[in-house]
């Protein structure tokens, strides 16, 4: 039986694309809205130091994608939900770990974030009907990033005093792009001028967005790693589709493996470099990130690379454990939500402002699930084997003609 559900978990479509809605999502948010009710929050500050902001951000993120799928009358339970999360963002606890004296104040990573989510609040409204306090901070949030990013030399903001990730400027820049689209249009030039000093600071390895950035001239200090990229993939589409396809490709060409020859997942290093595991990327066997294969999944979607998405998500539905009630689903026996805030909001992936791109060249296919099929049936039919023995030699032990 077991093999038999994990063979079905293979093969059920497990996204829904960029049109439809993925199986099992809304229940993945039940589960979600009560372990935030019952602490999980401030459990995940815990564990690192974006853990309460993280989860409250990608549970308001994945009601508004579900929003935007939906017919309009089935919008207010996502506006709702997505407000009260923005609201917990807001608060003394949301901005606890980040530093108001920085450029802009909390720092790139909390103003980039934040206000991508207040857009997606807004988006929910009709135009004529936008709550015009969240107008007003939208705006506001977004001329003091505007504001950092023109005076500032390096294209990568502080997240935290003295340190730079260009993933935090990536978010930030988006949210530039939304205002534009949501409102009369302020920052073209800002945006293309952060795409030319980002095209400028690549990493020399891969020729990708570095991992971490010097935060007064924006010059790489470390390698792109996954837990990283797969979110730059995430926002860049929305920013700007040509560099985005082409920093897509490279990732997907140096990061994107198959482990022992089964499913796909995601390194943390390029192919060819080992490095240490830390808190984002979590432990690495074989060098594979599972956190970054949850979020590439999204990235995938964005890219309109529908295989890849498709494969990601059906082998973590096999690995993953998934447990489901009428009412709820969780992964890994719910014991890390915002594993599963991440995947929910990787599965609802589609882009905000630009169009949705062509899909690029595939390379996996639908026969990378055969080694694992073909495993799942030895594992299914073995406890069999020794009672299917002893009946042939029951069999071969009567008597000829005997009763």
Request: proline letters at 9%; hydrophobic letters at 45%; aromatic letters at 10%.
């Amino acid at each position: 039986m077991c093999a038999l559900v994990g063979a079905v978990r293979l093969v059920a479509p497990a996204t829904g694309g960029t049109g439809g809605e993925p199986n099992g999502v809304r229940r993945q948010l039940a589960f979600l809205r009560a372990a935030l009710d019952d602490g999980a929050g401030e459990d995940a500050q815990q564990l690192y130091p974006e853990g309460y902001f993280f989860l409250h951000v990608l549970y308001g993120l994945t009601w508004v994608e579900l929003g935007m799928r939906g017919p309009a009358g089935e919008r207010a339970t996502a506006l709702r939900e997505a407000r009260w999360a923005w609201r917990h963002l807001d608060d003394p606890a949301g901005k606890a770990p980040f530093s108001e004296s920085l450029t802009p104040p909390y720092g790139v990573f909390y103003q980039g974030w934040s206000n991508w989510l207040l857009g997606g609040v807004l988006s929910l409204q009709p135009a004529g009907q936008r709550d015009p306090g969240e107008r007003a901070r939208f705006a506001a949030a977004a001329e003091a990033l505007g504001t950092a990013f023109a005076a500032s030399a390096s294209p990568f903001l502080q997240a935290y005093p003295g340190q730079a990730w260009p993933v935090d400027s990536t978010v930030a820049i988006a949210s530039l792009r939304l205002h534009d689209a949501l409102l009369p249009p302020r920052y073209g030039a800002t945006v293309t001028r952060w795409v030319a000093g980002a095209r400028e600071r690549l990493d020399p390895r891969t020729g990708l967005l570095p991992h971490r950035a010097d935060p007064a001239t924006g010059e790489p200090l470390e390698v792109a790693r996954a837990t990283s990229q797969s979110i730059i993939h995430r926002f860049l589409g929305d920013i700007d589709p040509a560099f985005a396809r082409e920093q897509y490709l490279r990732f997907r060409d140096q990061y994107v493996v198959r482990p022992l020859g089964l499913g796909p997942a995601v390194r943390e290093y390029p192919a060819g470099l080992d490095g240490p595991a830390d808190v984002d990327s979590g432990p690495l066997p074989l060098g594979v990130s599972l956190s970054a294969t949850v979020v590439t999944i999204g990235a995938a979607q964005v890219q309109h690379d529908a295989p890849l998405a498709a494969a990601l998500a059906n082998y973590g539905e096999l690995a993953g454990l998934p447990l489901g009630t009428p009412w709820t689903k969780r992964y890994a026996l719910g014991l890390v939500p915002v594993g599963d805030a991440f995947l929910a909001w990787s599965k609802t992936a589609r882009p905000w402002v630009a169009q949705t791109p062509s899909a690029p060249p595939e390379t996996i296919h639908w026969w990378w699930r055969l080694p694992l099929l073909t495993l799942l049936a030895v594992l299914g039919t073995a406890p069999w084997i020794p009672a299917l023995v002893r009946l042939r030699k029951r069999r071969r032990s009567r008597p000829a003609g005997g009763a």
